[in-house]
């Protein structure tokens, strides 16, 4: 409800309009003010001009009787000067001496002869040869003094009847409002049409514009591009170019999307096959160490417990892929016995590069983090700082739970991660592999196994050279994983 009283919520068919009236209410009462300025001067200059007459010919009249205090020759002047200036409407008319006495009135009971009236006196006295007109009001006053030569013998006083004045400033003015208004309401709906054609272009442009927001650009049609001309012609061809272009682009986005799925699956094939080949060269070893010394019973108890680990970390790795298709159990939480694994899986790749990895184990039980991803990113890491360290150097594994944090960290003493292999590690999860024969796909898994688990990995570069690669993944309880079995 507030919105709809705010004026900048309002169309703009309706602000120009509503502005046009206001205008025209300011401009119509200017110009009523100003007409009705010069009617009341109109007005008040002819009466002022019959006044005088009026009060000339009663002067003419009255002055030798008031010489000799003729009472009877001055009411008598007053009458026929009444009825002479009928159109003036004469209301009341005193003759006064210049002391105030009353010689002669149009009303005597009012003004009887002799009377003295200190009021009347003072304002003849103080506005001699005045005139006296509000615009208006009822009446009007004037007063003239008579002059005898060297002194003044008396004053005339006359109120005009201004009601029919007054009745004619009402008419004008009520004429300018009724104008006015009637002027303002045609001219303010007359710029409602106008400016609702006007914008019809808008309107079916901005309609086109709510829909693209909601689905893809719709075009406007022919034939009301072919019937518009000018700028709105020009500006619905542009748009419609536009609409062109953005469904071209959409199109061309599913076709990237569809070519970035089946990448994605190519990805996920190969990540697949790399994390499963990896435990693999662990497994043989493990065959190869029972044909070898299977005949003792440490070394079998050791090696089918390395093949039992290593089936099911291969099962989970299957499930975790069929997992959106397969009902979900929990999946075997971390314990330290897996980190004892990688260095086992590691072993061969680390005995052919002449490379020693060393285990620095602080886990003790289980840690409530789902044991496959967590050892897939891990070993991933231990390749790679294998692959990078030189003949002689050694690897450190290091685990250990820190708060709600596991935290571990892989240091080699390689010349040091790039900072393209850094940013696979670091920038953001859908981040793309490095593409140098498969180099970085390993870093792109971990990348991605990590981020699922809403950990981070941190790369550190210390000053006597190598490179420290930490992971740091919050623990979390409830881990699910899907059961394929």
């Known amino acids: 409800m507030l919105g709809r009283l705010d004026p900048r919520s309002w169309p703009i068919t309706a602000k120009v309009p509503l502005a046009v009236a206001g205008l025209m209410v300011l401009v119509g009462l200017i110009l009523s003010e100003r007409v009705l300025a010069r009617l009341a001067d109109t007005q008040e200059r002819h ?12 002067s003419s009249a009255v002055a030798p009787s008031m010489l000799r205090d003729d009472t009877w020759e001055v009411f008598d002047a007053i009458e026929r000067a009444r009825d002479l200036h009928r159109s003036l409407r004469p209301l009341e008319t005193v003759v006064s001496h210049a002391d105030g006495r ?15 009236n200190e009021e009347r006196q003072r304002v003849q006295v103080a506005g001699a040869d005045s005139f006296s007109f509000e615009a208006g009001a009822d009446t009007a006053t004037a007063v003239r003094k008579l002059s005898y030569p060297g002194q003044t013998v008396g004053f005339i006083e006359a ?26 309401l045609v001219l303010a709906t007359a710029g409602w049409f106008l400016m609702a054609r006007m914008m019809r272009p808008v ?16 075009p406007i049609a ?13 500006l619905f061809r542009a748009y419609n170019a536009l609409a062109a272009s953005m469904d071209e682009r959409e199109t061309l986005v599913k076709k990237l999307a569809e070519e970035e799925r089946l990448g994605s699956l190519g990805r996920l094939a190969s990540a697949l096959a790399h994390e499963i080949n990896n435990p693999l060269g662990g497994l043989f070893n493990a065959l190869a160490t029972l044909r070898t010394h ?7 108890a050791n090696a089918i417990g390395l093949l039992d680990r290593g089936l099911l970390g291969i099962r989970d790795v299957v499930r975790t892929t069929l997992a959106a298709y397969r ?28 490379v020693g990895v060393l285990l620095d184990n602080g886990l003790d039980g289980t840690v409530p983090l789902p044991s496959t991803p967590v050892r897939q990113a891990i070993l991933n890491l231990l390749l790679n700082a294998v692959a990078a360290s030189p003949e002689g150097a050694s690897v450190v594994l290091s685990a250990e739970v820190s708060g709600h944090l596991f935290v571990a960290s892989v240091r080699d003493r390689g010349p040091g991660l790039p900072e393209a292999a850094a940013q696979v590690l670091t920038g953001p999860a859908a981040a793309t592999p490095l593409r140098d024969g498969g180099l970085g796909l390993g870093l792109w ?5 990590v981020s699922e688990l809403g950990g981070r990995i941190e790369v550190d570069r210390p000053g006597e050279g190598g490179t420290v690669l930490r992971l740091i993944i919050p623990l979390r309880s409830g881990e699910e994983l899907s059961d394929v079995a």
Do not use: C, W
């Open 47 to 58: 009466l002022r001009d019959l006044a005088q007459s009026y009060l000339d010919g009663l």
């Open 102 to 116: 009353v010689i002669a009135a149009s009303d005597p009971r009012r003004y009887p002869v002799g009377s003295l």
């Open 159 to 184: 109120v005009f009847d201004t009601r029919h004045l007054a009745a004619e400033r009402r008419s004008v003015m009520f004429a300018l409002v009724a104008t006015n208004g009637l002027l303002t």
């Open 203 to 218: 309107t079916i442009l901005t309609n086109h514009l709510g829909l693209a927001r909601s689905v893809s650009a719709v």
């Open 222 to 234: 022919e034939d009301v591009v072919m019937r518009q001309r000018g700028e709105f012609g020009r």
């Open 294 to 300: 299977g005949h003792l019973a440490h070394v079998r």
């Open 327 to 354: 009902e979900e159990k929990r999946a075997r939480d971390l314990a330290a016995s897996d980190l004892a694994d990688l260095q086992l899986l590691i072993a061969p790749e680390a005995r052919r590069k002449a």
């Open 445 to 449: 898994t971990t990348r991605r196994l």
